[in-house]
């Protein structure tokens, strides 16, 4: 395993969009083991593929339960509404409003190849939208909203 830069939001390839895993091969799995080691030696609670350099469609996530390692993430179910702040390993010291779902449900691959589901509120559901917009070259400050438009956070 190995530590990767991350690339910082003027970076062109964190607005570019990702392409699918066709085939999960030992590229792969060291992708997936130098993204999570990456995320954990920042304090980071989710790292995209992009992030690191990679236009694939691979994510991590680890919110203090354990390591979600996700391929070709998909976000197929989102309900309710939550205002917080967010910040992003790729923007550094910086914090923003951000209106996201409440609950969330992602279909993808894991590193084995087998279909899973990853079911998520508050935290989760952040870290899954926040991370699967990477991979469609979005970052949060593009969803950011000014304190004065929130009653109360």
């Known amino acids: 395993m190995a530590t990767r830069e991350i690339r910082i939001s003027t970076d062109e390839i964190l607005r570019k969009v990702c392409k699918p895993v066709k085939e999960i091969n030992q590229n792969t799995l060291t992708l997936l ?3 999570a080691e990456t995320m954990y030696a ?9 992030q690191v350099g990679i236009l694939k ?3 991590t996530i680890d919110i203090g339960d354990g390591l979600i390692e996700l391929i070709n993430p998909v976000v197929v179910e989102r309900r309710g509404s939550q205002i917080d ?7 550094p010291g910086r914090s923003e409003l951000v209106d996201r779902p409440e609950y969330v449900r992602v279909e993808a691959l894991n590193r084995n190849g087998e279909k899973i589901v ?12 926040h991370e699967t917009d990477h991979l469609d070259g979005v970052l949060y400050i593009d969803k950011a909203i000014p ?7």
């Open 57 to 59: 469609r691979i994510v």
């Open 147 to 153: 304190p004065e438009d929130v009653e109360e956070v």
């Open 85 to 91: 702040y967010e910040a992003c390993l790729s923007v």
């Open 118 to 129: 990853v079911e998520g509120e508050e935290l989760m559901a952040v870290a899954l939208c």
């Open 42 to 50: 920042a304090n980071g609670v989710g790292l995209a593929a992009p």
């Open 33 to 35: 083991d130098d993204m």
